[in-house]
C-alpha cells in the first residue's frame, strides 16, 4: 500500500524558514519522480517543486528562487527546504508521485503569520 507521511509544517514570521520531510512507503522510492504540492485554503492544489531519481529538481517559477527540493533514496524521504516564507505560502503541503498518483497523505499544515 503506497503512503506518504508529510510533517515539519508549522507557524513561522514572514521572511522565516522551514524544512519539511515527506517518508513514503509501500512501492520502489528511487524509481519514481516526487513532487510536493500545496492547497491554500480555498484554492485548487498546485505544484510546488519536483525531483526525479537522479535528484534533478524543477520548481514552479514563483518558487525556484525560495524554496529547495531534495531527496534521500536510502530513507525513502523527500525534502522541501522553504526559505524568505511569505504568507502567501501559507497552505497544506503534500507529497506524491506526478506520474502514478497515489491517495493523498494527510499533509502539513504551514502556517505564514506574523
Known amino acids: 500500500q503506497v503512503q506518504f507521511v508529510e510533517s515539519g509544517g508549522g507557524l513561522v514570521q514572514p521572511g522565516g524558514s522551514l524544512r519539511l520531510s515527506c517518508v513514503a512507503s509501500?512501492?520502489?522510492?528511487?524509481?519514481?519522480?516526487m513532487s510536493w504540492y500545496r492547497q491554500a485554503p480555498g484554492k485548487e492544489r498546485e505544484l510546488v517543486a519536483t525531483i526525479n531519481g537522479a535528484l534533478v529538481p524543477n520548481y514552479a517559477d514563483s518558487m525556484k528562487d525560495r524554496f529547495t527540493v531534495s531527496r534521500d533514496n536510502a530513507k525513502n524521504t523527500v525534502y522541501l527546504q522553504m526559505n524568505s516564507l511569505k504568507s502567501d505560502d501559507t497552505a497544506v503541503y503534500y507529497c506524491?508521485?506526478?506520474?502514478?498518483?497515489?491517495?493523498w497523505g494527510q499533509g502539513t499544515q504551514v502556517t505564514v503569520s506574523s
Open positions: 509501500g512501492f520502489p522510492f528511487w524509481q519514481f519522480v
Open positions: 506524491n508521485r506526478p506520474y502514478a498518483l497515489a491517495a
